[in-house]
């Protein structure tokens, strides 16, 4: 059942003052347009896209040279390409800000605080530049960090970006295979790494890692300092040089930034990796900021000077996606280390102290908020936060009671979806639109993204695969060591000619808004009949008993059966009536085909360094068969628990 009114609803006031509705204004007066509302502004914004992309390049103020076309072989996707004469530096327009206002704020745990200003950030990435000119670093070369998210990592990155290096970075709980199955591929010509970290107020000790990684990359090494003893861990490594040696050189000179084609490589970022060797998935520079600036200014509504936060590592999209908010002049609000340590207030904490204005987290993190009986909203003063946004996997319509009732009551909430393939949204929030409990609120501007069945057929209100029917400035350049593309073809387009298939199954609503029921691949298919994983997740998660689910379909009989694994609440049993009152939610909260045929206890669930569950890798176990990629998880030993079950076998 739908709730019958939106949790959320703009006013009249709050929307006269949104950067989307100005933006809307601007464009109806620049193209002698009147449009009756949102839908007809995206529509537009769709079926004109070298208008609207040239609109947004001219309305957040682009710093670079855009020539005279804004979009060629538009009709082809692959071989469309966005503002082809333009040239820019992405750093350049992240580093637009001077003064002595914060630019970046940092809190690691308990342990570690502090405060960068714009100036302090333009004066490191100076010498950080001389340094890497100076160590032979240049256009297209590919530097790679093992980096918590700290100020110092976006420093080295807009360092990297200023001189047309390609940055690539991964968090430093990545087990040594995992940082080589990553990096290998991408032949960095720098390896950068922190001396140390700290999870669960506990100091995690990475030398052994960095000395193995850094051997078998075989390049120069860059150690920060954060946790440990920078210089020590240096000197112990083949190459090695801390940040302080390799900076002491260089004074602040005026900063240089190398004038780039917009489609020159910027991030190589990486698949999950849970199915095989991860793809390295290579974004551009000019596609990442104008779509980075879309996002941030009108989806987000965000300003100069306001405080945006995302609970993210730097193996995460999302960290890439916080980073570009310094090109609106926002002040970017870091956190490294566990959001439960020593209690789940620390980020509302630092929310209440920093004044964060946007709120940036995963679905995972808020249930655990929720089910960990925490209040912000009785206990914290959170005035200045007026957008809270959710991505990682799919936010049950329980998460979206809870924000409202347990965080914020008048707070927009943006669950978002897209991810590493974009380096951004297809679908996320609008604040000219209510929010609907379950529903993301709509597509973005200049996506043409839409929900198509197993024909080719767009529908509405039904289940099916969401897609995007023409090109867009954020697609990938290319995948790394795929000189044909068909590694990129494979990914993207084997399913519909010359159309975007993303992987989600996905809804459209009645008022507009998508539902993601989980990722196509993972999808259930009983008796011939699709069934969304999400859709399980957002009954049994509701339950007391039930700390979190992962669901899979396992060959039988000629068929599929579901079956359900259950990670219980601390103190709880799986008993008779359990499993029974887990069966009735399912066929009552969803439907009767969506009730499993088996319910087991585990006491873990795998899952990725960025916290989402691995259903494929559980398939694969369960069925005996090998898992690739092991090294991509952030709990690899969790998977012996699903192999041989007894209970699988009748």
Not at 153 to 176: K, R, V, Y
Not at 189 to 216: E, H, N, P, R, T
Not at 276 to 284: A, D, E, L, N, R
Request: net charge negative; hydrophobic share 40%; proline share 5%.
């Amino acid at each position: 059942m739908q709730a019958e009114r939106p949790l959320w609803t703009p006013s009249r006031e709050f929307i006269d003052q949104t950067p989307m509705k100005a933006f809307i204004a601007w464009c109806e007066q620049r193209f002698s347009k009147s449009f009756a509302d949102y839908d007809a502004f995206h529509a537009w914004s769709v079926s004109q896209r070298a208008d609207f992309w040239t609109a947004v390049w001219d309305h957040c103020g682009v710093i670079g040279e855009k020539g005279e076309r804004a979009l060629i072989h538009g009709d082809r996707m692959l071989e469309a390409r966005f503002f082809p004469d333009a040239t820019l530096n992405f750093a350049e327009n992240l580093l637009r800000n001077t003064g002595s206002g914060d630019a970046l704020i940092f809190r690691g745990e308990d342990k570690a605080r502090s405060r960068m200003s714009f100036d302090e950030l333009r004066a490191l990435v100076s010498r950080l530049q001389q340094a890497l000119k100076a160590a032979g670093i240049g256009k297209g070369d590919r530097v790679a960090a093992m980096m918590p998210n700290m100020p110092e990592t976006i420093a080295l990155m807009l360092a990297a970006a200023s001189i047309g290096a390609i940055w690539s970075s991964c968090s430093p709980d990545f087990g040594e295979q995992g940082v080589l199955d990553r990096f290998g591929q991408i032949e960095p010509k720098l390896f950068i790494a922190c001396d140390g970290y700290w999870y669960a107020g506990k100091l995690q000790d990475v030398s052994a890692k960095v000395q193995a990684v850094s051997k078998k990359l075989g390049v120069p090494v860059l150690i920060v300092p954060y946790a440990g003893d920078a210089d020590a861990l240096a000197a112990s490594v083949g190459n090695g040089k801390s940040l302080s040696a390799f900076i002491a050189p260089f004074a602040e000179k005026p900063l240089e930034f190398v004038a780039l084609p917009f489609s020159h490589p910027l991030y190589i970022l990486f698949s999950s990796g849970t199915t095989g060797v991860p793809k390295c998935i290579v974004h551009s520079a000019g596609g990442t900021l104008l779509q980075h600036l879309k996002e941030h200014r009108f989806h987000c509504g965000l300003r100069e000077g306001e405080r945006l936060f995302y609970f993210t590592t730097c193996g995460w999209m999302m960290w890439n996606w916080l980073v570009s908010g310094l090109a609106l002049g926002a002040t970017l609000c870091l956190f490294d280390g566990s959001p439960f340590h020593p209690d789940g207030n620390v980020l509302f904490d630092y929310a209440r102290d920093e004044k964060f204005a946007v709120f940036g987290t995963s679905a995972k993190y808020i249930d655990a908020v929720r089910k960990g009986g925490f209040t912000p909203a009785s206990t914290h003063d959170l005035s200045s936060l007026r957008l809270m946004t959710s991505t990682g996997s799919p936010l049950s319509p329980e998460g979206f009671s809870f924000v409202y009732e347990g965080i914020k009551p008048d707070i927009q909430l943006a669950s978002i979806s897209g991810g590493t393939d974009i380096v951004s949204c297809f679908v996320l929030g609008n604040p000219l639109k209510p929010v609907w409990r379950g529903e993301i609120q709509g597509p973005g501007l200049g996506l043409a993204m839409d929900v198509w069945n197993d024909d080719g057929q767009p529908v509405r209100q039904e289940k099916g695969e969401l897609v995007c029917t023409k090109a867009f400035p954020s697609m990938p350049v290319m995948f790394w060591n795929d000189p044909e593309g068909n590694k990129y073809k494979a990914a993207y387009f084997e399913r519909f000619d010359n159309i975007w298939c993303h992987g989600d199954f996905a809804e459209w609503t009645e008022h507009g808004g998508i539902i993601i029921h989980g990722r196509s691949d993972a999808t259930l298919n009983p008796g011939g009949v699709r069934i969304g994983t999400a859709e399980i997740y957002n009954q049994v998660e509701q339950m007391d008993e039930i700390a979190e689910a992962i669901c899979i379909g396992q060959d039988w009989d000629d068929d599929v059966r579901v079956v359900l694994f259950v990670r219980l609440a601390k103190g709880r049993e799986l008993t008779e009536d359990l499993v029974k009152a887990i069966k009735t939610k399912i066929r009552t909260g969803a439907s009767p085909r969506h009730v499993p045929a088996k319910i087991i206890a585990v006491a873990d669930i795998p899952r990725t360094k960025s916290g989402k569950i691995v259903e494929l890798a559980v398939r694969e176990v369960v069925h005996g068969r090998p898992v690739k990629n092991k090294e991509a998880l952030a709990n690899p030993e969790a998977l012996d628990l699903y192999a041989n079950l007894p209970e699988l076998r009748n």
